[in-house]
C-alpha cells in the first residue's frame, strides 16, 4: 500500500468495528468482510475507484455522520456545529493549500453535487435569483418538459458547451439524462477524427458559434491531458465561464504531475472534483473557485444540498492531508507511469489505443480487433478475475450499450504496489483472454453482442495468475479481520 498505515491498530480497529455491528445485523458484517476478500483478490482496473486509507475509511465511521450542520463555518442554521466547523475548515484549508486556489468548498456529497453547485453559481452570479423567480419556480422537482424550456428562456436560453459523451465526455455536463440537459441548452465538441485528440481550434470555431455561457472541460474516458491555458483563452474569446471537472485526473493535479497549461485551478473559473477517484480520498465532491465565484459557490447549502455530510468532510481533510505529502506525489507520479506501462503492453501485444497512447491515469483500449465488442471484452475479463467497465470509443460502431472499448485506469492497482513491471504482465494477461474470447452464438443465429465464448481452462489460468500478481502486492498488507 503506497499509504503507510499501522497494520495493528488497523486490525484492531476493523474486528471491533465488526463485532459491534456484527451484534446487530451480522450479515451485513459479513458483507463488509466480503467486500475487502473480493477486493484484494482481484485486478481492479476501474479507473474512476482506488483504495483509500484505512485513516480516511475509519474517519467516516464516527458521529459526525449524527450531526446536521446546514450552512457554513460559523454560521450555520443548526446549534452546536463548532466540531463539525473545525473539519470543515481543515478539509478546505488543506483543498485550497493543495491545488493552490483561492476559496475550496467541500460540501458536496458528490462529483454531480459539485457540477450542480458550479453551475447554479455560474447562473446565480450571471443572472441573480429574480429570474427564478419571475419563472414562478417553487420547487424544481414539480417542473415538466415545458417549464423547463419557460426556465431556459427566463435565464436566457442559457447554453453550455461541453465535451461529447462519445469521445469521453461526462453525463453531467449537459447531456440530456441529466439534470444539466433540462437546465442548459447542450451543445459538444468533439475530438480531431484522425488523432483522437482534443482539436482547439475546433474547439474555439464551436464555441463562436453556439456563444456559451459555460465552457466545460474535464472528461471521465479521455486519455490524454488537457491544456487547460487553451480552455480559458477560448472561454475569454467568447465571454464564457470556464468549468473544469477534474473528477478523474485531481490527484495527477495535487501530485503536481499536471503542471503549467495543464493545471486547471489557475485557469478555470470553477474547478470541480470528486474526491474518491485518483485522488484517494472518501467518497465525495468538492468546489474550488476564483475569488469572484466564492460568494456564490457558498450557496451551495441551501441551494442545492442539504445537509453536509460532516464525517465525509472530515474524512476529505484526511485526505487531503495525505494528498500534500511527498508520498502523494511519488503516487501520483507511478500512477501516470504505470499507465504508460499497460499502455506499451498492450500495444506491443497487438492492442489498438484510442489516440495511441495516455497521458493520464487511463487507457481506452478499442476490443473490435479481437472480435469483440466491449460488453463482451468486459465480461470475459472479470471472469477472469480483472475488473474493468466497457466503454464507448470515438464514433462507437456498437453504440454506448454494448460499445467497442474498455476503459482501463492505473489509481487503484498503483495504490497496492503495482510497478511497470507490474502492469506489463497485466497487459499480457488481459490480452491473453480478450486473443481466446469469442463473440457467442446468439439462439435467433448469427453472434450474440452482449454473450462471449473462452475456451475451457483460460478463465482459471489467468485468474490464478493474475492471483500471484496480486499476493505479491497485497491490498492493506497486515490487516486482518479474523485473529
Ligand atoms: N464528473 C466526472 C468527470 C465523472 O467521471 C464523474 C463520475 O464518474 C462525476 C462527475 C460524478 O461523480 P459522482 O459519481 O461522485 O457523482
Not at 37 to 60: C, F, G, H
Amino acid at each position: 500500500m503506497s499509504q503507510p498505515f499501522d497494520a495493528a491498530a488497523a486490525s484492531t480497529a476493523y474486528r471491533s468495528a465488526l463485532d459491534v455491528i456484527r451484534a446487530v445485523e451480522p450479515r451485513v458484517a459479513d458483507a463488509i468482510g466480503q467486500e475487502l476478500a473480493d477486493q484484494r483478490s482481484s485486478l481492479k482496473l476501474i479507473a474512476s475507484e482506488n483504495y483509500a486509507s484505512p485513516a480516511v475509511l475509519l474517519t467516516m465511521g464516527n458521529w459526525f455522520s449524527d450531526k446536521y450542520a446546514e450552512g457554513t463555518v460559523g454560521h450555520r442554521f443548526y446549534a452546536g456545529c463548532q466540531n463539525v466547523d473545525t473539519v470543515e475548515s481543515l478539509a478546505a484549508e488543506h483543498a485550497r493549500e493543495l491545488f493552490g486556489a483561492p476559496y475550496a468548498y467541500v460540501q458536496p456529497h458528490s462529483g454531480i453535487d459539485a457540477n450542480l453547485v458550479a453551475f447554479w453559481s455560474v447562473l446565480a452570479q450571471r443572472l441573480e435569483a429574480p429570474a427564478l423567480v419571475e419563472a414562478g419556480v417553487k420547487n424544481v422537482n414539480d417542473l415538466s418538459e415545458d417549464d423547463w424550456t419557460a426556465l431556459r428562456r427566463a435565464f436566457g436560453d442559457q447554453r453550455l458547451l461541453g465535451m461529447s459523451l462519445d469521445v469521453g465526455g461526462h453525463l453531467t455536463h449537459g447531456f440530456r439524462p441529466n439534470i444539466s440537459g433540462k437546465m442548459f441548452t447542450h451543445g459538444s465538441y468533439g475530438t480531431h477524427p484522425e488523432t483522437g485528440l482534443i482539436d482547439y481550434d475546433a474547439v474555439r470555431a464551436k464555441a463562436k458559434e453556439f456563444k456559451p455561457l459555460i465552457l466545460m472541460a474535464g472528461y471521465s474516458a479521455y486519455p490524454r491531458k488537457v491544456n487547460f491555458a487553451k480552455m480559458r483563452e477560448i472561454a475569454d474569446e467568447v465571454g464564457a465561464t470556464l468549468i473544469v471537472d477534474m473528477a478523474h485526473f485531481a490527484g495527477l493535479v495535487a501530485g503536481k504531475v499536471f503542471t503549467g497549461d495543464f493545471d486547471p485551478v489557475p485557469f478555470a473559473h470553477i474547478t470541480t472534483t470528486t474526491t474518491h477517484k485518483s485522488l484517494r480520498g472518501p467518497r465525495g465532491g468538492a468546489v474550488l473557485a476564483q475569488h469572484e465565484f466564492a460568494e456564490f459557490v457558498d450557496r451551495g447549502c441551501p441551494m442545492v444540498l442539504g445537509g453536509p455530510l460532516s464525517h465525509v468532510m472530515a474524512a476529505k481533510a484526511v485526505a487531503f492531508a495525505e494528498a500534500r505529502t511527498p508520498e502523494f506525489a511519488t503516487y501520483a507520479q507511478n500512477v501516470a507511469d504505470n499507465a504508460v506501462s499497460l499502455a506499451e503492453g498492450l500495444t506491443k501485444r497487438g492492442g489498438t489505443l484510442v489516440t495511441g497512447g495516455t497521458e493520464n491515469h487511463l487507457v481506452l483500449l478499442d476490443v473490435t480487433s479481437f472480435g469483440l465488442t466491449g460488453r463482451q471484452a468486459e465480461s470475459a475479463l472479470v471472469d477472469s478475475g480483472i475488473v474493468t467497465n466497457r466503454n464507448s470509443v470515438p464514433r462507437d460502431p456498437n453504440g454506448a450499450w454494448y460499445t467497442s472499448g474498455v476503459r482501463l485506469g492505473t489509481p487503484a492497482l498503483t495504490s497496492r504496489g503495482f510497478g511497470a513491471a507490474e502492469f506489463d504482465r497485466t497487459a499480457e494477461l488481459i490480452v491473453e483472454v480478450l486473443t481466446a474470447a469469442s463473440a457467442a452464438p446468439a439462439p435467433s443465429g448469427g453472434t450474440s453482442k452482449a454473450k462471449y465464448q473462452l475456451p475451457d481452462g483460460i478463465a482459471e489460468k489467468v485468474r490464478a495468475e493474475a492471483g500471484e500478481l496480486l499476493d505479491a502486492n497485497p491490498l492493506y498488507p497486515g490487516l486482518e479481520l479474523s485473529k
